[in-house]
């Protein structure tokens, strides 16, 4: 394992480098990914749009802020994610001000899901490649230590109960999820991954 994230690291980008690519992708009429198709195209426009706003309007909380000042240890939080998927549109610009918050202490990377499919493989969510996934490395030694993703348990709730009730995920429930994530404003996120780095703080 150690290898392979040490491979996908390579590989990596950071957040900036990340939004460039699938910004100039579009300017393409391209997604990011081993598929293209017109759907996933306008789902990539819908989440640039998407990103820019919650870059603007969301916040890290006072107690994240709080609990980033008592971290010790250097950690890389290695995302796995694609342009077209909803749910990383959500969460990415609060993992990005959660890193710039940390005073250096997370170093945010970020791969396509389709270009490290080995690293996929080993994150994967019920059988299947769902994104993003947060990995947790230890800076010092190169170890994954913990993951998250690919949705704050809320949201994973919202989706479970409704394919329960209905079979199906479609149109509908997409645009539930997207307002259970404008109600949640990232606090979910924030709160979960905080949760990972206590506990990992106490066991370093």
């Known amino acids: 394992m150690k290898s392979t994230i040490a491979k996908s690291l390579f590989n990596s980008h950071s957040y900036t480098e990340y939004r460039k690519i699938v910004t100039d992708l579009l300017l393409e009429g391209k997604s990011t990914g081993n598929e293209q198709s017109e759907s996933l195209t306008n789902y990539s426009k819908l989440n640039e749009a998407r990103m820019n706003r919650l870059e603007k309007t969301m916040k890290v909380s006072d107690e994240v802020v709080s609990e980033l000042e008592k971290v010790k240890h250097n950690y890389i939080w290695l995302v796995i994610s694609e ?60 170890i994954a230590r913990a993951d998250w993703g690919p949705r704050p348990k809320g949201a994973s709730e919202l989706m ?38 206590r506990a990992l703080e106490i066991r370093e």
């Open 160 to 197: 479970a109960n409704y394919k329960k009730e209905f079979g199906v995920i479609d149109e509908k429930i997409k645009t539930d999820l997207q307002l259970w994530y404008l109600a949640d404003k990232g606090l979910s996120t924030q709160n979960e991954l905080m949760d990972i780095m």
């Open 83 to 142: 342009g077209w998927c909803g749910d990383a549109a959500q969460i990415l610009p609060i993992i990005n001000k959660i890193a710039l918050a940390s005073h250096k202490k997370i170093d945010l990377r970020i791969v396509f899901r389709d270009e490290n499919e080995p690293l996929m493989n080993q994150y994967l969510t019920n059988g299947g490649r769902a994104i993003p996934k947060v990995i947790v490395i230890c800076k010092e030694t190169g």
